[in-house]
């Protein structure tokens, strides 16, 4: 039979990273191309000693294993509006927060609950990959918003709000995916204080936030926003683990409803038991500890690969040199093509992904993301120093 | 601020089932509203017993706690597969199968896959609320085929066919929520023999099939599909445990595809906590001896219902008498409203659902849903007789 499959749908046949991690998931590949937190960071004992504690009494799991409410298991909501004031996000209640499968999923809500076939949203130019393609399944019009140094350029962004009128803007302000590149506070109050005038929708997605091993903090657009504008969306996957699939979102009560309302259509509730897991291991205060035991291993991973690009990587090859975060971005002022490159890098056992991959259109043929937390400094040295030689 | 919803979730603001289960969240009410597996049946002890297993040995455990791939932690798709050929599903591949956050993750990533906003999809009348709502979320058109004690009406759903030239059609064959039904075998052959003629998509879920507590078994309609026109969706939250939030689709690699493709975007893959779980219980051949220990459970209090129903229920209601699955389906012939009726039944401190929602347009208003899963036959009894009260 032939299927027809929706506008959406039918163009979408899987992306270059996809076919990108088959190359890489060879061991003797050294991969770059991922996003994964560093192995070494994962709670595995605290993890297990509560697991452990769970079942050992089998009666006490009765309830775990039954159905949930959408919103989130009974208490949690209230522990992850406890864990994020250190980060300035205060007043609020269970009813602007919502448990999701992983944050990409409060993502995928967001979209659910705003856009129609062909709304415009504004991305930062490079922008997260995964959240271009939620963007084609809802056939929205992906518009780009070009970047400086410190992230969305305010006179582009003015202009694609009049010229656009997109419903949601979306933005990783600390420790950009793919660029590393953290907005300062005066910019971000710039940005809020358009997209409110103009009545666009802020996304800021923060699952990066918490990994900063150097410079100072600057507090989340959340935690600024006094009127509506904003919803934070974010993950426990880079802070305690992805496979748990759990994140959050914090927003407007009225947007939370209809994210909620989305995700009883779509998978009714996350996964019981990993909710129980980040839950308590919230409550017995792992979760700062261990994020502060991790980050001289994102640091010292980052500075491996900061030292190797100085030394093996070309001088046309301008980067920027991120304070937290999972990614270094990178892009040949010689205009070097890195996707005709990456079959030299993997014949040189090295990954990385190819930059164009970052944006919705008018990409970037000489750019590359370098993923540096789930190598050791001696694998980071050896890739680094293939990967040099590739671009020789 | 004021916030422009998406055309699909601006008009919808939960459900009456929502409001429904505040109510019936209170101990004292008895009630039939729900549609949890019955809690005596969930395995608590051998699930304890294999991630205690896990945990015994974290460095075990790290693999776990990482990102996995869409389609499903190594090996386990195999091990569905096996599961499912004594149900006469054999001849399939890797390739024609995808793990989901439980069953309803299947039927929205067909809908993802399949839909553009308008498109029409035959459901059968009553049919799932769930799903219901999960067309809403997409905008299709729903559009309802008659049915009568056997499942779908054949020279309807032709009709329709014409009429409406359907993408979908979905179908609960076997202990049809919310009617309890089973559609024979020579129908379901009558039915895939119209679908595929007219090129539409069979969507056969299939949570409830496997707790069938008497007669004989009838075959899926994906074991009959030679031109590969049904997806058979699935879940564990019946046979195993809900809170895992874990299901499977098999179907035409084609739309396994796409729908791989859409899981993407939305969750990334399944928890893998709660799949690793699932694969070790089925590898260690707990799936069908659980499922054998569970049935005199359901069977038991499908008997205390039906009995109940006989000393209790005025003659005027007819009432289907299902072999299997969680609900009973009635109708009042006299006419009696059951959403007029709620009140008098939460005062007598019992509850259940309208048979209302059950239906997308032209509901019956003098239906109702019991479900018998998930209380004693001693609460059972109870609760009928304050039902009947109620209705008297």
């Known amino acids: 039979m032939d299927y027809t499959f929706s506008k959406a749908l039918a163009g979408m046949n899987g992306t270059a990273t996809r076919e990108i991690f088959k190359l890489t998931s060879k061991p003797e590949v050294i991969s770059f191309a991922g996003g994964l937190p560093a192995g070494d960071a994962l709670p595995v004992q605290q993890l297990s000693e509560i697991a452990s504690e769970f079942f050992y009494d089998p009666s006490a799991v009765r309830g775990m294993l039954q159905y949930s409410v959408t919103e989130g298991i009974p208490g949690f909501r209230e522990v992850v509006l406890e864990q994020v004031k250190d980060l300035g996000i205060i007043g609020q209640t269970v009813e602007n927060v919502l448990i999701t499968s992983g944050g990409g999923q409060g993502l995928d809500l967001l979209c659910k609950a705003f856009l129609d076939p062909g709304d415009a949203v504004l991305v930062e130019r490079p922008t997260f990959l995964g959240f271009l393609q939620t963007l084609n399944s809802y056939n929205a ?42 907005c300062p506070l005066e910019r971000r109050k710039a940005i809020i204080e358009l997209a409110s005038r103009h009545g666009a929708i802020i996304m800021e997605d923060d699952p990066y936030g918490r990994l900063r091993f150097s410079g100072e903090a600057v507090a989340p657009m959340k935690a600024m926003d006094e009127r509506g504008v904003v919803v934070y969306v974010s993950s426990f996957s880079k802070t305690i683990s992805p496979g748990l699939r759990c994140g959050f979102s914090i927003g407007p009560s009225e947007i939370i409803r209809k994210m909620t309302i989305g995700k009883q259509g779509v998978d009714l509730h996350t996964a019981t038991l990993s909710q129980h897991l980040i839950k308590r291991y919230i409550e017995k205060e792992f979760f700062l500890s261990n994020i502060k035991r991790s980050l001289p291993i994102y640091k010292e991973r980052k500075d491996a690969m ?21 990614f270094i971005w990178g892009e040949f002022m010689d205009g070097t093509d890195t996707s005709a490159k990456f079959p030299f890098a993997i014949e040189k056992k090295v990954a990385y992904i190819q930059g164009e991959v970052f944006y919705a259109e008018n990409a970037k043929k000489n750019a590359l993301r370098l993923n540096y937390s789930n190598e050791s400094p001696e694998r980071i040295e050896a890739g680094m120093k293939a990967l040099g030689q590739a671009f020789s």
Request: glycine share 10%.
């Open 306 to 326: 900061m030292n190797a690009i100085k030394r093996y990587m070309p001088d046309s090859f301008k980067h920027t040199d991120p304070e937290g975060g999972l």
């Open 141 to 182: 019009r992906t518009v780009g918003v070009e970047a400086d140094e410190c992230g969305i350029d305010l006179a582009d962004l003015e202009g694609k709000l009049l010229e656009y009128h997109p419903k949601l803007i979306y933005l990783i302000p600390t420790f950009s995916n793919p660029t590393g590149k953290t």
